[in-house]
């Protein structure tokens, strides 16, 4: 079995990307491939075949493996839900929360665990491919470490370091790590390569040469501007400030930019639709007045959220466009705050409390301390769909009569309102589902491209991959996870 670990200079370099473009790679030549990682920090998640979660982006870095994605994939995940605490969830299942107090000595208790789900991964294939977070050269935060070299130290994987040039700097960025490094930490590191090239290679070339003879480390390739990485889903919320645009003549579609949202990515597939504009709305801007639909999305805080979506005003502009016979979609956080009441009796998401929804919605939800994690399929719109639950709280009232979905065995989901304007479901995914994002796109007026997003998606790694293939020495990367470079 071989190992092979990136690591970044920096948050967003992007590793998650470069992790499942190698992934594809690899298993396009033949070998049995697994993802892992080993501490993620994201409010992006998804369902596991082993009824767990996981971060998104190890979801899709298994999916380039062509994979069931699994909680071994990434063992500890923390998923912010407030401004200094997180919510803990290893192997899969939640185990309470960390807070700044208690994060660093909590998280180096853990590593335990994660050689456990590291060494079953093993077992599994001829190759893993690991991805840290952050950066190494956070040497103030090295004590404890298991995401970064704390874990590659344990396990004995080497590491490659990457650079990202689009943002500059990355000279000092890689020359500067390894001069801040703890020397046995450095000395796991054996080579680098550069990200986000964006024109000709060759004005690097010195550049590329000085980092080698600085660091001592060997160069694997420069990689450049990845355009099919637009096709992908995004595990970082920072993605929505960056693409937050409008373009005219389309369908009007508004998301506002709560601060805890989760699982953006389910509006992926409707955004890629030629026919609609998603407007994504960030702090400080009103919710457009012209849009034919606003969609709540998830929420790792619901009753955070709720007062934020209020402290924005976003509540005004929601009941100004419903009371024009404008419609809202709500998803998971965003069903819940469509009702009259978001009760926290035993303190699930903070201090217990209980507070009014937008009432569009006669429902009402209560948080509770079980969390419904579970791949679903079901019918809505009349329309198959595939998609999964990941959601604390049980919701009920009298328009959960009109359920939005009905799932295996007939269970149902969802709320619809009396006028039909206002629906809420639990399931996050759905509108992958070509048929039902046609059906939505076709109440609204308008008509779908007919493409297939999973396919869409599928087809990016492949791009990718072969990108890689061209740019990277993968030959070399694959001697060094086999033990067998000259390095």
């Known amino acids: ?45 998804a369902v596991t075949v082993d009824g767990g979660e996981i971060g998104r982006a190890q979801a899709l870095q298994a999916l380039a493996c062509r994979v069931e994605p699994h909680t071994d994939m990434n063992p500890v995940l ?84 990457v650079g990202d040039i689009d943002r500059g700097g990355v000279i000092a960025a890689l020359v500067g790590t390894r001069a801040v490094l703890d020397p046995d930490d450095a000395e796991m590191i054996r080579g680098f390569l550069i990200n986000k090239f964006r024109g000709d290679p060759a004005l690097f070339a010195d550049g590329y040469r000085q980092i080698e003879a600085l660091s001592g480390w060997r160069g694997y390739g420069v990689v450049p501007w990845l355009r099919a990485t637009a096709h992908l889903p ?128 006669d429902v009402e939800t209560v948080l509770t301390g079980d969390k419904a994690l579970r791949q679903v399929a079901g019918t809505a719109l009349d329309q198959a769909f595939t998609g999964f639950e990941m959601h604390m709280g049980v919701t009920s009232g009298p328009d959960c009569r009109h359920p939005f979905a009905l799932l295996g065995e007939g269970r149902p989901d969802g709320a619809t309102s009396a006028d039909r304007q206002v629906t809420g479901t639990y399931v996050h995914g759905a509108f992958a589902s070509t048929a039902l994002r046609s059906a939505l796109l076709g109440m609204l007026g308008a008509q779908s491209d007919g493409i297939d997003h999973d396919a869409k998606v599928d087809d990016a790694l492949n791009a990718i991959a072969a990108e890689l293939e061209h740019h990277l020495d993968v030959d070399g990367l694959l001697k060094l996870a086999m033990g067998k470079d000259d390095a």
Request: neutral net charge; aromatic residues 2%; contains cysteine.
């Open 1 to 45: 079995m071989g190992a092979l670990m990136l690591q970044g200079t920096g948050s967003d370099v992007g590793k998650s990307v470069l992790v499942a473009g190698l992934c594809r790679a690899l298993a396009n030549r033949g070998l049995s491939v697994r993802p892992f990682k080993p501490q993620n920090m994201s409010n992006n998640a």
């Open 234 to 361: 995004s595990e970082d919320a920072v993605v929505l400030e960056r693409t937050a645009r409008e373009t005219a003549g389309r369908l009007k579609i508004a998301c506002p930019i709560i601060p805890r949202i989760a699982n953006f990515d389910d509006l992926d597939p409707i955004k890629a639709e030629s026919s609609v504009e998603l407007v994504m709305v960030p702090p400080g801007q009103p919710i457009p007045g012209d849009c034919a639909l606003i969609v709540l999305p998830g929420s790792k805080a619901t009753i955070a959220d709720m007062k934020a979506m209020r402290e924005q005003g976003w509540d005004i502009d929601i009941l100004a466009h419903h009371r024009r016979g404008g419609k809202v979609l709500g998803i998971c956080g965003g069903y819940q705050m469509l009702g009259r009441r978001i009760a926290d009796p035993e303190g699930i998401e903070g201090p217990p409390e209980d507070i009014p929804g937008l009432g569009l919605l």
């Open 78 to 161: 923390l998923k912010p839900q407030a401004d200094h605490t997180s919510q803990l969830v290893v192997h899969g299942k939640v185990r309470g929360t960390l807070g700044g107090g208690n994060f660093r000595h909590k998280r180096g208790e853990l590593l335990p665990e994660v050689m456990e789900s590291w060494h079953r991964l093993q077992a599994q294939c001829d190759v893993v491919v690991v991805e840290g977070a952050g950066s190494p050269a956070e040497i103030n935060l090295r004590a404890g470490d298991i995401a970064n070299m704390g874990f590659a130290r344990a396990a004995g994987v080497p590491v490659v370091l």
